[in-house]
Nanobody, 121 residues
Framework: QVQLVESGGGSVQAGGSLRLSCVAS????????SAWFRQSPGKEREFVAA????????YYADSVKGRFTISRDNARMTVYLQMNSLKSDDTAVYYC??????????????WGQGTQVTVSS
């Protein structure tokens, strides 16, 4: 059972940057697709970005393309989300997720507890 722990959330002004981190508890994580999702009040959880196990293939929601970058360091069993040019619409709880395969935007097996990101205008 892989456990995921996010960190790096906080409050920032619009136009600012934050970097989220997600550390896994087991090395099997290195073979998994990893992703970030977010959920804001009154909305469903939505896909943000995903990265393949080999740190080559990346996928982004249209709303964050060009502003967010997902990466991973398998030696540290960690996936990152660099968020630049933040907007108030990016305010949400951000969740890390992982799974062994399949469609990158849904059906993840493992989830972190979430970290709050608040962007003020």
């Amino acid at each position: 059972q892989v456990q995921l722990v996010e960190s790096g959330g906080g409050s920032v002004q619009a136009g600012g940057s934050l970097r989220l981190s997600c550390v896994a508890s087991e090395r099997t994580f290195n073979n998994y697709i990893s992703a970030w999702f977010r959920q804001s009040p009154g909305k469903e959880r939505e896909f943000v970005a995903a990265i393949g196990w080999n740190n080559i293939n990346t996928y982004y929601a249209d709303s964050v393309k060009g502003r967010f970058t997902i990466s991973r360091d398998n030696a540290r069993m960690t996936v990152y989300l660099q968020m630049n040019s933040l907007k108030s619409d990016d305010t949400a709880v951000y969740y890390c997720a992982a799974k062994s395969g399949g469609t990158v935007s849904r059906d993840y097996n493992y989830w972190g507890q979430g970290t709050q990101v608040t962007v003020s205008s």
